[in-house]
């Protein structure tokens, strides 16, 4: 058994057994991240390109630390300070790095689409570490096998989405990662940040945070992400805290243990108290120690040039 | 297709192998079995049994150990998918015995060795394997306790079935 896909390019494109697999190949990798030596000669012979267009901070240090455990070589490429400032197109960009005997490139884009664009167009595996406000898959799987992790499972699940949905890359992963898993995912957020159509994608739209609370087992809020609002979607800052911030009492009124994640950075006081992000039924710290777990079965499974068995 | 060893045959040499690890590590205080995944544990599962009859212990030290990670091919052909380890003890000054089925080329104890020393500095490793293709060596490693050594040509292929996993108890020799 190997991956259905040459590249990860989103979540769409996986099948179930997909991820089934990436989760059973993370598994064995938290394993490892267990022991002293947290270290395998696994991938000894790979060069993997970290290609950040846009920022990041907990992504590339993943991806990075992941690479470094499986004893891939890495070269770290972030836009600024880099002849893309100079007018160098990204396959122009891409191919002479690769030109330097790269197997695999880990991409960041604010385009959406960029990673697909360039699959078309290069040999290397592609692993897309988000593109524009279109998918963030190793995001959605992290999520998904924490969830797994403090759940058991995700079939069945009522897991609600909070927040920045209409921009968020993060959100759109997670609705076609957890439902292809069986769970069932609701929206939650202002109408303004919510997108038309999205109940196409079978999800359940709720204005109200409160009531999706109380529907929910989970719930991963999102950040608000200003930089990608180009005109005002909502009043104040304070005025979204106020009607769709999660706080402690609110958490407290609902008589009942929820999970809480974050996938980062967090805009404490916005979208999450400290209060809640820091409680016991916080996983966020989870959610970043499996991200490494799971960028290396990534990485692992899309090294592999063909299909051996079991 | 040929019968090396039948299901009786196959328990005498288990009960054989259990007996020479007892008569060296005498109380097994300091010892532990960590079978290879994936086909290894299903010896190693019945010579921690019978380790555990002959010494009269409740419990041994023992565990498995997947060495995908540390193979020599993982990028020759295709995707090797990762097993669990299972070490729940430390390895720290232990005496190991690694056990696997079948000895063959030895690249399998290479990486096996290489696995378990990531976990932490055993005193000593020892291997014990069922089968010995003595003459199919491609690194220099040798068994410390042996069931059945057999002269093979590198075309054919040894199979060892249990009864849990394949419904029978016996080794075969296929052409």
Known sequence: ????????????????????????????????????????PALRDTTVANIFFENSTRTRISFELAEKRLSADTINFAASGSSVSKGETLIDTVNNILAMKVDMVVMR???????????????????????????????????????????????????????????SRVALSNIFCLKKLGAEVMVAGPPTLIPKHIQDLGVKVEYDVKKALEWAEVANVLRIQLERQHKPLFSTLRE??????????????????????????????????????????????????????????????????????? | MKTLLDKNQLNITLQRLAHQLVENHLNFNNTAIIGIQPRGILLSDRIAELVKGITGKNSIDYGQLDITFYRDDVHQGGIH????????????????????????????????????????????????????????????????????????????KVKVNWQEKDGLDEVVLID
């Open chain 1, 109 to 167: 884009h604010s385009a959406s689409g960029a990673p697909w664009f360039l699959a078309n167009h290069i040999d290397a595996s592609i692993i897309n570490a988000g593109d524009g406000t279109n998918e963030h898959p190793t995001q959605a799987l992290l999520d998904a096998f924490s969830i797994r992790e403090r759940l058991g499972d995700i079939k069945g699940k009522r897991i609600t989405i909070i927040g920045d949905i209409m921009h």
């Open chain 2, 81 to 156: 998918l990762p097993q669990d380890t299972n070490i729940n003890f430390s390895i720290e000054g232990k005496d190991i015995i690694l056990v696997d089925d079948v000895l063959h080329t030895g690249r399998t104890i290479r990486a096996a060795m290489d696995a378990l020393l990531a976990e932490g500095r055993p005193n000593s490793i020892e291997l014990m394997v069922l089968i010995d293709r003595r003459f199919s060596r491609q690194l220099p490693i040798q068994p410390d306790y042996v069931g059945r050594t057999i002269d093979t040509i590198i075309t054919q």
């Open chain 1, 240 to 310: 979204y805290a106020l009607y769709y911030g999660i706080n402690k009492s609110m958490l407290d009124s609902l008589n009942k243990e929820m999970v809480i994640m974050h996938p980062g950075p967090i805009n404490r006081g916005v979208e999450i108290n400290s209060d809640v992000a820091d409680s016991k039924n916080s996983i966020i710290l989870d959610q970043v120690e499996n991200g490494v777990a799971i960028r290396m079965a990534v990485i692992y499974l899309l090294s592999g040039k063909g299909d051996l068995g079991e």
């Open chain 1, 1 to 40: 058994m190997s991956l259905s896909v040459k590249h990860l390019l989103g979540i769409k494109e996986l099948q179930t057994q997909d991820i089934e697999l990436i989760f059973r190949t993370a598994d064995t990798f938290k394993q490892v991240l267990q022991r002293q030596i947290k270290k395998v």
